[in-house]
């Protein structure tokens, strides 16, 4: 019988591939093979091995943050009470009687009535849609006029950073609520309209600094490097490889700022010259609670309560985002 040599196949399915380079090639291609059918790869990877991005991990981060669970869910609800207040009450704000004005909470009228008999019930519910209306909207006009000028200002430099810089602090130098005394007192609108274009006015220069700064930041990263000795348009540069990499601080900066819109909001109205009535806002409610507020203390307290828990939600919300798109804390 001859002899069995060390490198035969003692199974009898053929020998191993050879030693040295070649069988460590053969193994690290068999171990890649491996890999690629396992479901998950190992750490930093996605299925199949593949780098995660930023905007995946950060969704994984927040799927795990029981602040931004909790925030989201209030948030979704005054948005689908903004969106239908009917779902949870069905009685008009408008629809005062005097002969219950001040009462306390009653069957069916469970936050009593107001100074002027109107359910503060109701009115707290549909000043959900004037607060999220001008919050959100307000956000989106801030973050689309500073995002586009800092960024350009950002990415172009020269002449035009400096005059941008300068108008923005000019707009610094403006205090909000005595620019909301002037701006909207000569408004006869009882829209929210003139609220929104006050806060734009007035907010974008905040975002503008941060897009400015961020993109810099990445303009000056390799890989833009890279795509412009390519011969990369400004264009290119800016949709495909700045823009991405350089929203991330906008977007904690514009939804920690949210809370803040809806918040000034309701001061403008409690001051007078924001909201007026016949419009439904809790500045107005809280304006007008004020002056009753030893003896009835719940006309102030449900619309003040609904604007404080509304403001920390968002506020909660842009903590929780700044968290997990920033990569220092990972």
């Known amino acids: 019988m001859p002899e069995q ?4 196949d003692v199974t009898g399915g053929g020998a191993i591939s050879g030693a ?4 460590a090639t053969d193994l690290a291609m068999d171990e890649g093979a491996t890999l690629e059918k396992t479901p998950g790869g190992p750490e930093g990877t996605g299925p199949a091995g593949k780098p995660r991005s930023l905007w995946s991990d950060a969704w994984r981060d927040l799927r795990r943050n029981p602040v931004f669970v909790v925030s989201g869910l209030i948030i979704l609800f005054l948005v689908i009470i903004s969106i239908w207040p009917s779902l949870i009450t069905d009685q008009d704000p408008l629809d005062c009687d005097l002969a219950r004005a001040q009462e306390g909470s009653r069957p069916g009228h469970p936050f009593g ?3 002027q008999g109107c359910d503060v019930y109701t009115r707290t519910v549909h000043g959900a849609r004037t607060s999220v209306t001008v919050g959100v ?4 006009g801030v973050s689309l006029l500073g995002g586009v000028l800092g960024g350009l200002a950002g990415f172009f430099g020269g002449v035009w950073d ?6 923005t602090d000019v707009f610094f130098g403006i205090p909000v609520v005595l620019g909301g005394l002037v701006f909207l007192s000569v408004v006869t609108s009882s829209t929210v309209w003139p609220v929104i274009g006050f806060i ?3 907010g974008w220069p905040q975002i503008a600094r941060i897009a400015r700064g961020s993109v810099i930041t990445a303009k000056q990263n390799d890989y833009v490097q890279a795509a412009r000795a390519l011969g990369a348009s400004n264009s290119r540069m800016m949709l495909r490889h700045i823009t991405p990499n350089a929203i991330a601080p906008v977007i904690v900066v514009a939804t920690i700022a949210l809370g803040t819109y809806i918040s000034l909001e309701a001061t403008l109205s409690f001051l007078g010259v924001g909201l007026k009535p016949p419009a439904v806002s809790w ?26 828990v509304t403001v920390l939600a968002f506020i909660m919300l842009g903590d929780a985002v700044r968290d997990a798109l920033d990569p220092k804390l990972r």
């Not at 040599?5 to 035969?8: L, R």
């Not at 909207?137 to 989106?140: A, P």
């Not at 400096?162 to 108008?167: D, G, P, Q, T």
């Open 20 to 23: 040295g380079a070649g069988g």
């Open 200 to 202: 734009v006015l007035l």
């Open 162 to 167: 400096a005059v941008l810089s300068r108008i």
């Open 5 to 8: 040599k060390p490198w035969d």
């Open 113 to 115: 009535f107001d100074g």
């Open 137 to 140: 909207l307000s956000t989106l």
């Open 283 to 308: 500045g107005i409610d809280i304006s007008a609670a004020s002056q009753y507020i030893r003896n009835a203390p719940h006309m102030l307290l449900w619309p003040a309560g609904a604007l404080a």
